[in-house]
């Protein structure tokens, strides 16, 4: 059987590439900073294509010829409009613009023909052959496809170097940052087959941000600013608040990562055209309290699946 040693993670919020061999993980930097990761997002500026950090970055600066979670959009008939070309872009060419830049992180000058690219269990077919055409696109002769469950489990167990003697139950959680999946696995010595499995493709951890910004942040703003509808402004293309949205979202990111660490974290709010600041705390606690109805619903999916095949928690013997 032939080996293909290149593995891509094309993730809603970064994306990565390695190469397995002689036992050994590699996972690539990007060039650009010695990052592992490269933001999944892709900016149109003149005659330039930015994709990765710096893309991402441009956010708050450009918004309407900025993309970002085109993952979710993969397999339909959903198009984006780029602004400055005043031209529509699908999600297969967005993503395919993303798997040609990770290309140029391998250092070694090999040329990649073969490449396993992950999805999530939840892609139905036609999410699947959209994905495998952005990776045909990007230049690759034979691309194949394997559900994120399977590649985190043969992960797992090549880093704890297991042996399974008899069949064992695995269940795996996988909370991105745009999608979620939970899936039940049959794992044996030499095979590791999905069950069954539910997702959610609109449910990740930028939903996290999303919240802290319309339950904390904009009650806040509405108040000081006398405004309403704020979160609504917020989200429209072209709004005279867009810009300040998108840099919440990154503020929003980063107060996330620092409530795990500390109680309680300060978001600083700039307004320019209305000559506006303020700073905003938010607790750990009122986190919490945003993210667990989101929280719940992935047990629910979970236990949804649990009842759909017949098995119980205690059935099952390692949670991924």
């Excluded at 993309?67 to 993503?95: A, W």
């Excluded at 493709?201 to 309403?228: Q, R």
Aim: hydrophobic share 40%; aromatic share 10%; proline share 2%.
């Amino acid at each position: 059987m032939k080996t293909i040693n290149f593995g891509i993670d094309l993730g809603t919020t970064n994306s990565l590439i390695a190469k397995y061999d002689d036992g050994k993980l590699e996972i690539y930097n990007n060039p650009i900073g010695q990052k592992q990761t490269l933001a999944s997002a892709v900016a149109f500026r003149g005659e330039r294509i930015i994709v990765g950090d710096k893309a991402r970055e441009l956010l708050e600066k450009d918004p309407l010829n900025v993309f970002i979670c085109f993952k979710r959009r993969m397999g339909t008939t959903d198009e984006y409009y780029i602004e400055s070309r005043q031209k529509h872009i699908t999600p297969i060419e967005l993503s395919t613009y993303v798997l040609k830049e990770l290309i140029n992180f391998i250092h070694s000058g090999e040329t990649l023909r073969e490449v396993v690219i992950t999805i999530p269990s939840s892609f139905d077919t036609i999410q699947s052959n959209a994905t495998k055409t952005a990776g045909l696109n990007a230049g690759f002769k034979n691309v194949y496809l394997l559900q994120e469950p399977v590649a985190a489990s043969l992960a797992f167990a090549n880093k704890n170097d297991l042996v399974i003697e008899d069949e064992k139950k695995w269940l795996v959680y996988d909370y991105g940052g745009g999608t979620f999946d939970v899936a039940l696995l049959a794992v044996t010595e030499r095979e590791m087959n999905i069950l069954d499995n539910e997702g959610d493709n609109f449910l990740g951890g930028m939903d996290f941000d999303n919240l802290i910004i319309e339950k904390i942040i904009v009650p806040i703003l509405e108040k000081e600013l006398s405004e309403t509808k704020l979160w609504e402004q917020f989200k429209t293309t072209g709004n005279q608040y867009q810009k300040t949205y998108f840099e919440l979202l990154f503020k929003a990111e980063e107060a996330k990562k620092e409530l795990s660490r500390f109680e309680r974290t300060e978001i600083d709010v700039d307004i320019l055209k209305k000559d506006f600041h303020t700073t905003i705390t938010v607790t750990r606690q009122q986190f919490n309290d945003l993210i667990t109805p989101s929280v719940k619903r992935t047990i629910d999916l979970a236990e949804t699946m649990l009842e759909r095949t017949g098995y119980k928690s205690a059935d099952i013997e390692k949670l991924v």
